[in-house]
């Protein structure tokens, strides 16, 4: 699976955007694709997930802000993302596993495809 995000970009605090991450190469019914975000220096760490069924999990930091999404015919996730603030300055990731563990979601370490990434920044 290969996957390419976009959408990226500066935004003022209070302000949104809207994340993209378009996946090609091998189907599967079952699948999961998840939203990571990283700074310099510091672990990766989740943001939002969503199964084929629709299911979806939140970081507690971004839960009521960000909302993922899926248009399965276009094999592409969406992250929208309102109410931004300083602390959701990242490279943001969109990452694939065939499905989405209850108890280990949020663990980087349980993906198998990874994008290269898109950068985001809030200035305050």
């Known amino acids: 699976v290969q996957l390419m995000e976009a959408g990226g970009g500066s935004v003022p605090s209070g302000g949104s955007l809207r994340l993209s991450c378009a996946a090609s190469?091998?189907?599967?019914?079952?699948?999961?694709l998840g939203w990571f975000r990283q700074l310099p220096g510091k672990e990766r760490e989740a943001v939002a997930t969503i199964d084929s069924d629709g299911r979806t999990s939140y970081a507690h930091s971004v839960k009521g802000r960000f909302a993922i999404s899926q248009d399965s015919a276009k094999s592409t996730v969406y992250l929208q993302m309102n109410n931004m603030i300083s602390e959701d300055t990242a490279m943001y990731y969109c990452?694939?596993?065939?499905?989405?563990?209850?108890?280990?979601?949020?663990?980087?370490?349980?993906?198998?495809?990874w994008g290269q990434g898109t950068r985001v920044t809030v200035s305050s």
């Open positions: 990452a694939f596993n065939e499905y989405c563990g209850t108890s280990n979601w949020y663990l980087p370490r349980t993906y198998n495809a």
């Open positions: 190469g091998d189907s599967y019914g079952d699948y999961c």
